[in-house]
């Protein structure tokens, strides 16, 4: 099946996120034990999956699940520590939860499965006293963990990142996100104007310590994706914006409506633009196992912008986004390798 026709997953109702958040300790020791049974078969595999793929990821994922039970025991901890979410540190403290975990996951996946992350030039995040807006490519396994560890561990920065709902299945990441006051776009609204609003409420109450991480495109690159959205245009008639598309064929349409209203509504932040390739073309989880141990870095650029050298009217933002989704596109061809093309 293609990943383009697949449904989005809808957000768990606040009851059921509840009970997750109560039971996903006990599924985890369910489902370590679970895997412990299936280790020695998985070794059996060895003459057909000489990589040990399959056993990776499946360690990988538990290690994960792990990391994840660790978030909701500590969120609890401070909750009952702070019951009103008052105490001074509150952000400070939710903050070295998710910078610990993102750094533990991103090690071990390091040793397990090969993925790591280089830096292409270097990389400034903001001036001291502005908030920082990052606009970032979506494409390939983990990108956004990427570079959530990236604001956070390197920049030194608060993630506050606009992220579709259906994350808040993900019990531990979801309580700390929302801790920190991300922004969980709704998959099923009524109305578009209810999605931007989230994103302008966020935006204007950054403070400088802050990083406001948003994905443009809205879902993640695909090559099956890109050739929907070209053949969608191209069935609307739509010219200059199919002629667009054509030409950029690393990137999805960026939606300029989001950005706008962070500007508007946080003028004084330095925006980044980041781009990255390296992984692109693994989408699904039969890929990643195929690709595991995976052989390509994720390699990341950042350009930030001071403020004032960003436009913050809805026109000229359109204008400016749809020139450095350009610059994406080009710094991603230039950049895709032949082994890059699995």
Same mark, same amino acid.
């Given at each position: 099946m293609r990943i383009s026709s697949l449904p989005s997953l809808p957000a768990p109702p606040l !009851? $059921?996120?509840m009970v997750v958040q109560a039971i996903i300790p006990?599924?985890?020791?369910?489902? =370590?034990? #679970?895997?412990? %049974?299936?280790?020695?078969?998985? $070794?059996? $595999? !060895?003459? !057909?999956? @000489?990589?040990l793929?399959?056993?990776?990821?499946?360690?990988?994922? #538990?290690? #994960?699940?792990w990391e994840d039970i660790g978030l909701v025991v500590e969120c609890w901890y401070l909750r009952v520590r702070s019951p009103r979410g008052t105490s001074p540190t509150w952000d400070e403290d939710h903050f070295a939860l998710i910078q610990r975990a993102l750094r533990n996951v991103l090690f071990t996946a390091r040793r397990v499965v090969g993925f790591h992350i280089e830096i292409e030039g270097e990389l400034t995040v903001g001036r001291p006293g502005h908030p920082l807006v990052v606009i970032s490519r979506h494409a390939g396994p983990a990108d956004s963990l990427a570079i959530a560890w990236l604001l956070a561990s390197t920049a030194g920065r608060i993630p506050r990142i606009v992220l579709a709902d259906a994350m808040l299945w993900?019990?531990?990441i979801s309580m700390v996100l929302q801790r920190l006051d991300s922004y969980f776009v709704p998959?099923?609204?009524?109305?578009?104007?209810?999605?931007?609003k989230g994103v302008a409420d966020l935006a204007a109450t950054l403070s400088a310590k802050d990083a406001m991480l948003i994905f443009p495109e809205g879902r993640n690159w695909t090559r099956d @994706?890109?050739?929907?959205?070209? &053949?969608?245009? &191209?069935? @609307?008639?739509?010219a200059d914006r199919l002629a667009a598309a054509v030409a950029r064929p690393w990137v999805l349409e960026a939606r300029s409506r989001g950005v706008a209203s962070i500007r508007q509504h946080a003028p004084d932040a330095d925006v980044m633009v980041i781009a990255h390739t390296g992984l692109d073309m693994i989408s699904g989880p039969a890929a990643v196992i195929r690709n595991v141990?995976?052989?390509?870095?994720? %390699?990341?650029?950042?350009?930030?912008?001071? =403020?004032?050298?960003?436009?913050?009217?809805?026109?000229? #933002?359109?204008e400016w986004l749809d020139a450095r989704w350009g610059e994406v596109n080009h710094w991603v061809d230039g950049r895709i390798s032949g082994r890059e093309h699995l």
């Open positions: !009851w $059921l996120r006990f599924v985890g020791v369910v489902m =370590s034990l #679970v895997f412990l %049974l299936l280790v020695p078969f998985l $070794l059996l $595999l !060895w003459p !057909w999956d @000489r990589r793929a399959i056993l990776r990821c499946l360690f990988l994922a #538990v290690y #994960v699940m993900d019990p531990g998959s099923r609204s009524g109305a578009g104007d209810d999605r931007t @994706r890109h050739e929907d959205q070209v &053949r969608d245009l &191209r069935a @609307r008639g739509e141990p995976f052989r390509n870095r994720l %390699l990341i650029r950042g350009r930030t912008y001071r =403020s004032e050298d960003v436009p913050t009217d809805t026109g000229e #933002v359109a």
